[in-house]
């Protein structure tokens, strides 16, 4: 796949721009080149649809905050943090940390000469790719570049899009969730290129964090579509059938639905990552054995397909990936041999090969997220209003234990509101006073756009940081401590 527009055959984006990561400023030129309709993995794909009798992919989810913690206040990566201070916790395991984000460079160019056909999806958050240029690691980005940008390893390795801050989606403030996207976008594409950014349809949202408020889903798939995204991996407990149920089959793509207040209509293929234990599951190559129970083809519309099983999880954390996941990983794709039953993909790959069989994304089962049954029930399409919907959310509230519209993630033994109104406070005055005094009429031509100056940058830069999610996963103490010093810096930045 060839990015062939005017606009970046001449462009070379800075990865770094005055220290700053380059996460704005040329919106035009992404547009022309996320939107395309080509197909990703199909001209180059060595599987045939009609011999596979089910499929799996997964995916490595991989992230490091960006924390205050560095001389005078600095910013830096928490995994430089874990370099300086190896006595601390679990900070001895940064060196593995650091390995664990660069080590499919080595797998993946490993096992092709090998013969095999390995597939694995990456996920990195923008905080991390920063860091990892930050702190001198820029040999982890070329290793990555390896297998992102070498022809002979792209049918092998698909990137995820994400939100650039790790913010979970629910309670990040609406207008920012696109921010998120386009930075992540912008960041990519200046280290690996237009035609490597142009290559990433499928969307890894932070903590698997699905929104189930109907406006704030609506403007997240909304976001997902304008940004080019053709479809995301979702929780298979954050979602359900639009007549409020457990989905019928977990191992086919779905249509997820999105409804505002208002009653405006738009949707999202989504493969559904079933539940369990994550890091286990994926260290010891599990959806590899799941798929191969699985018997017998699914239809669409007719059509034969395969069933595919998804799963993710964290790239680096905890003892099953950092030791148990390399042999694993490697004796599955050893074990397939040359015309396996049972086939690893990626999700694009997937898509475009079923959809190249003639089913139509359209026909794909419809979900939409959990607890949106329970409003709709009380809300016609007809009568639907922000009034009505907020009405019967006042009411489903009243009536039914433990609703919400926190939406729901792969931690959902927690909340990420509950007890943090010392970060989200603080959090969505940032985004008010940014938005206050950035948000501006469209630019006359030949205008400068805002987005690229200094001031725009900096000032995007703490309202994205400071949405990262850990600055509500680990608690009270030091992790909301940082969230207060970036608030401040931020504020600060916009004066």
């Known amino acids: 796949m060839t990015v062939t527009a005017n606009l970046t055959d001449r462009l070379v984006l800075d990865e770094l721009i005055e220290g700053l990561p380059n996460i704005s400023g040329w919106e035009d030129a992404l547009e022309s080149v996320i939107n395309q309709s080509?197909?990703?993995?199909?001209?180059?794909?060595?599987?045939?649809?009609?011999?596979?009798?089910?499929?799996?992919?997964?995916?490595?989810h991989m992230h490091?905050?960006?924390?205050?913690?560095?001389?005078?206040?600095?910013?830096?990566?928490?995994?430089?943090?874990?370099?300086?201070?190896?006595?601390?916790?679990?900070?001895?395991?940064?060196?593995?940390?650091?390995w664990c984000y660069s080590r499919m460079a080595e797998f993946i160019p490993e096992l092709v000469a090998q013969g095999c056909n390995p597939r694995v999806m990456l996920d990195y958050s923008g905080n991390l790719l920063w860091g990892l240029r930050q702190m001198g690691r820029g040999d982890v980005l070329d290793n990555l570049k390896r297998i992102t940008c070498d022809p002979t390893y792209q049918p092998y390795v698909e990137w995820l899009g994400t939100m650039w801050g790790h913010a979970v989606v629910p309670s990040t403030p609406i207008p920012d969730i696109k921010l998120h996207i386009q930075a992540w976008q912008h960041h990519f594409a200046a280290?690996?290129?237009?035609?490597?950014?142009?290559?990433?349809?499928?969307?890894?949202?932070?903590?698997?964090?699905?929104?189930?408020?109907?406006?704030?889903?609506?403007?997240?798939?909304?976001?997902?579509?304008?940004?080019g995204y053709r479809w995301m991996i979702v929780q298979e407990h954050s979602v359900e059938t639009l007549t409020g149920e457990s989905l019928g089959d977990k191992h086919l793509p779905h249509r997820l639905i999105a409804r505002n207040s208002n009653g405006e209509t738009t949707s999202l293929t989504v493969l559904i990552k079933t539940q369990g234990s994550d890091t286990k599951l994926v260290a010891q190559m599990q959806p590899y054995y799941e798929a191969k129970s699985q018997s017998g083809d699914r239809h669409i519309s007719g059509?034969?397909?395969?069933?595919?099983?998804?799963?993710?999880s964290d790239g680096e954390n905890g003892g099953v990936m950092m030791n148990e996941f390399p042999s694993a990983f490697k004796k599955v794709w050893h074990e397939m041999g040359q015309n396996p039953d049972t086939v690893?993909?990626?999700?694009t790959?997937?898509?475009?090969?079923?959809?190249?069989?003639?089913?139509?994304?359209?026909?794909?089962?419809?979900?939409?997220?959990?607890?949106?049954?329970?409003?709709?029930?009380?809300?016609?399409?007809?009568?639907?209003?922000?009034?009505?919907?907020?009405?019967?959310?006042?009411?489903?509230?009243?009536?039914?234990?433990?609703?919400?519209?926190?939406?729901?993630?792969?931690?959902?033994?927690?909340?990420?509101?509950?007890?943090?109104?010392?970060?989200?406070?603080?959090?969505?005055?940032?985004?008010?006073?940014?938005?206050?005094?950035?948000?501006?009429?469209?630019?006359?031509?030949?205008?400068?756009?805002?987005?690229?100056?200094?001031?725009?940058?900096?000032?995007?830069?703490?309202?994205?940081?400071?949405?990262?999610?850990?600055?509500?996963?680990?608690g009270q103490g030091t992790w909301t401590d940082h969230a207060r010093s970036l608030f401040e810096k931020g504020m600060a930045a916009i004066g």
Not at 212 to 220: G, I, K, R
Not at 303 to 312: E, F, H, R, S
Not at 400 to 416: A, V
Request: proline letters at 8%; hydrophobic letters at 35%.
């Open 38 to 60: 080509t197909p990703v993995f199909l001209p180059t794909t060595n599987l045939q649809i009609g011999s596979i009798k089910s499929a799996f992919t997964i995916a490595l």
């Open 64 to 98: 490091q905050p960006t924390i205050p913690a560095g001389w005078n206040g600095a910013l830096i990566n928490n995994l430089q943090q874990m370099f300086e201070h190896p006595n601390d916790g679990d900070n001895h395991n940064a060196g593995v940390f650091a």
């Open 191 to 227: 280290i690996f290129g237009w035609d490597a950014i142009a290559r990433v349809k499928g969307f890894s949202p932070p903590e698997m964090h699905l929104p189930n408020h109907p406006d704030t889903l609506y403007e997240f798939i909304k976001a997902l579509k304008e940004c």
């Open 303 to 312: 059509i034969a397909i395969p069933p595919l099983v998804t799963q993710i």
């Open 344 to 347: 690893g993909m990626t999700g």
């Open 349 to 474: 790959e997937y898509l475009e090969l079923i959809e190249a069989a003639g089913v139509k994304s359209e026909d794909y089962p419809t979900c939409q997220p959990v607890g949106q049954h329970q409003i709709w029930q009380r809300v016609s399409p007809e009568s639907s209003t922000p009034e009505a919907v907020e009405a019967a959310i006042a009411d489903a509230k009243q009536s039914i234990p433990n609703f919400h519209m926190e939406g729901s993630s792969w931690t959902s033994h927690m909340s990420w509101v509950q007890g943090y109104e010392n970060v989200l406070t603080p959090m969505n005055q940032l985004s008010a006073r940014f938005h206050e005094k950035f948000d501006s009429p469209t630019r006359q031509p030949g205008q400068t756009s805002i987005t690229r100056t200094a001031e725009y940058r900096q000032a995007l830069l703490y309202n994205l940081l400071l949405q990262t999610s850990c600055f509500r996963y680990w």
